[in-house]
């Protein structure tokens, strides 16, 4: 009896040391090689970039020209003041933006004003000189003037000299200091646009909404590119310079704006390249028109004559010069009111301008075709440069009511615009950048079967740095560095979003698991859980014997 | 040497050597198709369009400006620093021993070759990334193009070559609409108006390609300019289409007619080789054209009436209506055979070895000459080299030259160069063993029993001329001409293309994986099922029980009331 007994705890050790080592050892042992390896990722810093709390601020430098300040203002000067505007764009993540504005009144009456106009002043920071009323430098009806650089001239008016001490003259002339710093550097709604893909923009005119739209994505570069179309190469022997037009106009341009994107420019003559639509004769005027309503359905059988881009990824901005066949020619662009415009192009929002030219003047009456036309492209370059400030987002909006605004000079485009466009594209990279790495971020939350390679993480956590670095460059004001770093945060965001690995098969379904791993856990699992069960089901019962006894 | 080649104005001159590509006018560019009504009964078409660019990459100027050279490709050019580049897609197999050789010779599939500049530092990367921008400028599959299937020859193409032949590729009209908006007019006006789909893959045969090259610009070729050659050769089989009427013109080859020249092109040219029909016994073409041009094409001196598209006169008159009725005698005269010919095929049964037989036929009666056999072999064929045999007559004929670059599994191919003398009216035969290796079962293509495609061999070669080989000066001549041979037309370059081949890999049953699993898994489960029975199984000593015997007699004992045993 005893040796039954016996026997008995032993068959009973050995299965609680099998259970034991199929615990202790196995389980532990399976779950490490087929573990998915998933690199660490910052989350708690994606989850605070969320949130995406943008301060900017803008250096607003005033200077008062002599007579325009009492000598008993003038003692308490230097003085340095922010001001405070708080916006605030719907939405659920992302909550306000500051900007704080700080007047430092570096105010010398004497110093010379055109010594300081010449003085260089970094990207994103304004010079606002104040004038006396009675001063000649501007016309009567101008109250602000805004130069080519990051300068304004602003005229001080006699309302605001009523405050004895300087912040009462301050806070008098505030409201146009606003005025100007909107102007000049970023102003709400260009703010709100160029955060459009991360807050639904609250339904406001059309107008608004399509001048938003108009303008190409923040990329890191561009591919520009100009296509001569020659749907008639019989009648037509056309020669444009296009080299020589591209370094006269567009690159002092595109140098300037190099700090922005890169950009490449190419050239292309395709021939037998229709419009999509016949235009409509107008036997009145025996000229050719195209409606406003027709233009959305010329460029869809150009375009596919245009080819891709091959080199590279990067947005393409196409600018087409078409020269109507010797057959339906002049040809004119009419708008919604059924008038002829004067430049007789149009431009597609996000695509390009597509220009008519009219080369009805080289026709004689004993003309031989083909005919040899040499392209004006003086002509044709001013609209196309037109179309392409437009459509890389430099805004012209119209200025309030007593603004004078400088004519830009050669490069066709003044400092401060170009300031105003690194702040809209700052902030734009930035949200793209969070929207990618949070969505990433949750993608890879939600799917644990996905690998993170260890690229992977390193491109997410560059991109949490650059994203941070941004966000406090933009706070201190060094716009350029805080437009470099966003553009570096795009980068290493998308490289990880769409990292080829982060697709490869390894995501099984579940119940093809269980089928392959039923052979193998079944057999091994079934006697171990029954002698388990029958161990347990012993206890109990030799439990229940011993209670009697005791009884 | 393959490459030294003296012929000037001929199609089939290997890229790389500038030297001996004059350009003689400075036309951008030119189109032209050649007609050559093929023995078999079957007409052979050929277009070519050339623009040439001038520009060089020296600049360090990033902008770029086209006007007839296609924005896409020079783009591709100078951003990968290409120095050459052919690529060609071909449905159907060139019959040489009917057709005789082709003005551009292709292999069946698609084929990428491609010269980089020296300054390239990473040519395999470059590489990786060209053939997917090509992959989506010609909409065809040659990303699946990799180092696996990638070779770099070391004497066959010229200069630096590397190289890929892919055969799975199944040429369609996806692949023509992009080809034909390269040219400058589309295929709105010049030859181009021709080249319908449906009718060109209707066809026995049908090869695309395009060609990009440096040649000179002047005669000391201190400047080079790009040049862009797009061809298009397509067999058609009018006897079998035409309800057996031996009748062709170009509306019912092509069903279009041309309507235009195209403007943008400096010459425009249709070629009518008449060499067999000198009196018209064959065919008779409808306008009859006044201009004949003769040229030595492939070794072989060749009558062609020329019909000009940019003369209006002629082309207002004559192309509208160029219809080409053809009447062939029961058998019009005995082709020339091809002096170069090639064969392949695999020997062998069952799925562990095989062996790949390499046909060479030297048709000349008298002169031997050397060729150069380039083969790619898969990696998955593990090819034995130390049974390479090349025969001839019946006796080993050694070659002079021999590259061998061994494959490495899943890396790269098999190279194979051999430089072979031929001798006169022989066959010439390379036989080389090789061993299935067995894949991974996610390397197999979706169709495994289909067979694995190995690409063709390559055949380089100067061939001596047929003009040379006239001796018998049956052709007017002035005699001052025919005593000697003249130099440049004394032998001329072919590059053969072999048949693909087909090969069946073992293919394993691809529910395997899933078996091996259950079958391991059973006899884990069985070995740890004893084990475990054995370890926690109670043991008892058990009372042996008594025998029959003595059960009965104490049955018996107990009956009788005496106690049990």
């Not at chain 2, 080649?5 to 350009?23: F, T, Y």
Request: net charge neutral.
């Amino acid at each position: 009896m005893a040796t039954t007994e016996v026997e008995r705890r032993r068959g009973q050790l050995a299965a609680l040391s099998i259970a034991a080592v199929v615990i202790i050892v196995g389980v532990p042992l399976w779950w490490r090689t087929t573990e998915t390896y998933r690199a660490w990722l910052p989350v708690s810093q994606i989850k605070e970039l969320a949130k995406l709390q943008l301060h900017l601020s803008a250096d607003v430098e005033v200077v008062f020209a002599r007579g325009t300040v009492t000598p008993e203002q003038q003692k308490k000067v230097p003085l340095t003041q922010t001001q405070n505007m708080e916006h605030r764009v719907d939405g659920d993540s992302f909550n306000a933006i500051l900007t704080p504005m700080r007047l430092s009144n570096s105010a010398s009456v004497e110093a010379d004003l055109s010594l300081h106009t010449l003085s260089e002043s970094p990207s994103g920071s304004l010079v606002v000189y104040v004038i006396p009323e009675s001063s000649s430098l501007l016309p009567q009806n101008v109250d602000v003037y805004i130069g080519q650089r990051r300068t304004a001239l602003l005229r001080i008016g006699s309302q605001m000299r009523v405050g004895k001490t300087l912040e009462q003259l301050l806070a008098h002339m505030e409201p146009r200091i606003k005025q100007v710093l909107h102007v000049m550097s970023f102003s709400h709604t260009d703010i709100t646009a160029a955060l459009s893909n991360r807050v639904r923009i609250s339904p406001g005119n059309k107008e608004s909404i399509a001048d938003s739209m108009r303008a190409f994505k923040s990329s890191p570069g561009y591919e520009i590119t100009f296509s001569l179309l020659n749907p008639d190469p019989k009648s037509h022997r056309l020669h444009w310079d296009i080299e020589g037009a591209v370094e006269t106009y567009i690159q002092p341009l595109l140098t300037k704006l190099s700090p922005v994107a890169n950009f490449s420019i190419d050239s292309q003559t395709l021939y037998y390249a229709m419009l999509g639509v016949n235009p409509r004769f107008d036997s009145s005027r025996s000229t050719y028109t195209l409606n406003a309503d027709s233009l959305a359905h010329v460029i869809n059988p150009v375009e596919a004559r245009l080819g891709s881009n091959a080199a590279s990824s990067n947005p393409v901005l196409n600018f087409l010069l078409y020269i109507p066949d010797a057959h339906h020619s002049p040809l004119y662009i009419h708008d919604h009111k059924k008038q002829q415009v004067p430049t007789n192009a149009f431009h597609s929002p996000r695509w390009g301008g597509i220009m008519v030219y009219n080369v009805n003047e080289f026709y004689e009456v004993d003309t031989v075709f083909p005919v040899d036309i040499n392209i004006d492209m003086a002509k044709v370059m001013g609209v196309f440069l037109a179309q392409l400030r437009l459509l890389l987002g430099v805004q012209s909006s119209t200025p309030p009511p007593g603004f004078l605004v400088a004519p830009c000079g050669n490069a066709g485009l003044a400092d401060w615009e170009l300031d105003r466009l690194m702040w809209s594209r700052s902030v734009e990279n930035i949200a793209t950048a969070t929207t990618t790495i949070t969505s990433l971020a949750q993608l890879l939350d939600q799917i644990g079967n996905i690998v993170i390679n260890d690229n992977i993480a390193q491109q997410v956590s560059s991109a949490v740095t650059s994203l941070q670095l941004a966000v406090s460059e933009l706070e201190a004001g060094n716009l350029g560095f805080a437009l470099q770093y966003s553009k570096e945060a795009i980068l290493s965001s998308e490289r990880a979003f769409f990292d080829p690995s982060l697709l490869h098969l390894l995501y099984f379904p579940d119940d093809q698991k269980f089928a392959i791993y039923i052979p193998l856990f079944l057999p091994m699992c079934v006697p171990i859980l029954l002698s388990l069960l029958k161990i347990v089901s012993e206890a109990r019962q030799k439990h229940r014997e011993k209670k009697p006894k005791k009884d | 040497e393959a490459n030294a080649v003296i012929i000037p104005q001929c199609s089939h001159i290997p890229p790389g050597r500038r030297g001996c590509l004059m350009e003689t006018t400075v036309s951008p560019n030119k189109e032209e198709l050649v007609i050559r009504p093929l023995h078999s009964g079957d007409i052979y078409t050929s277009f070519q369009f050339r623009t040439l660019w001038e520009t060089d990459f020296t600049r360090e100027n990033k902008v770029s400006h086209y006007r007839l050279f296609p924005k896409s490709l020079g783009q591709v050019i100078s951003k990968f620093s290409v120095r050459e580049l052919h690529i060609s897609f071909t449905q159907g197999y060139w019959r040489t021993m009917q057709w005789g050789q082709p003005y551009l010779p292709s292999p069946p599939g698609a084929e990428l070759w491609v010269w980089f500049q020296d300054s390239l530092t990473d040519v395999d990367g470059t590489w990786k990334e060209l053939t997917n921008v090509l992959s989506g400028i010609f909409c065809a599959s040659l990303n699946f193009i990799d180092s696996t299937n990638t070779v770099q020859p070391s004497a066959s193409f010229k200069p630096l070559g590397i190289g890929n032949v892919t055969d799975h590729q199944i040429v369609c009209t996806e692949n023509l609409t992009p080809w034909k908006k390269l040219l400058p007019c589309g295929s709105k006006a010049g030859l181009a108006v021709l080249l319908k789909s449906e009718k060109l893959f209707h066809s026995s045969f049908h090869s695309q390609a395009v060609h990009i090259r440096p040649v000179c610009k002047d005669d000391q070729c201190k400047t080079t300019s790009w040049e862009l050659r797009q061809t298009l050769n397509v067999v058609f089989d009018l006897h079998n289409s035409g309800q057996g009427k031996n009748e062709w013109s170009l509306f019912k080859m092509f069903s279009r007619t041309l309507t235009e020249a195209c403007p943008v092109a400096s010459s425009s040219k249709i070629y009518i080789d008449i060499t067999d029909n000198s009196q018209g016994e064959q065919f008779e073409l409808s306008p009859a054209t006044p201009l004949l041009s003769q040229a030595v094409v492939l070794g072989d001196r060749r009558t062609f009436s020329v019909y000009d598209l940019t003369q209006q006169i002629t082309f207002g008159t004559i192309c509208n209506v160029l219809k080409l009725p053809v009447t062939y005698s029961a058998h019009a005269g005995d082709m020339l055979r091809p002096l170069l010919h090639a064969e392949r095929y695999v020997a062998g049964y069952g799925l562990q070895t095989g062996e790949i037989h390499t046909l060479m036929y030297n048709n000349h009666p008298y002169r031997s000459f050397p060729v150069l056999l380039l083969d790619s072999v898969p990696w998955y064929l593990r090819l034995y080299i130390h049974t390479l045999t090349v025969t001839s007559k019946g006796k080993d004929n050694k070659p002079s030259y021999i590259h061998y670059q061994p494959s490495k599994d899943r890396v790269r191919p098999h190279l194979l160069e051999m430089l072979v003398q031929l001798p006169p009216n022989s066959v010439t035969e390379v036989t080389l063993q090789f061993e299935r290796a067995l894949l991974k079962w996610t390397e197999y293509t979706p169709d495994p029993n289909h067979g694995f495609y190995v690409g063709s061999s390559v055949i380089s070669s100067l061939v001596p001329s047929i003009v040379a080989m006239d001796t018998n000066n049956s052709r007017e001549r002035p005699l001052f001409s025919s005593f000697f041979p003249s130099k440049e037309e004394s032998s001329y370059f072919v590059r053969v293309y072999t048949e693909p081949l087909l090969v069946n890999l073992p293919t394993p049953d691809f529910s395997m994986p899933y078996n091996v699993i259950c079958l391991t898994c059973t006899v884990v489960a069985v070995g740890y099922g004893s084990l475990y029975n054995l370890l926690t199984r109670s043991f008892q000593i058990e009372e042996p029980s008594p025998g029959l015997a003595k059960r009965i007699a104490n049955i018996i004992r107990k009956m009788r009331g005496v106690p049990p045993l």
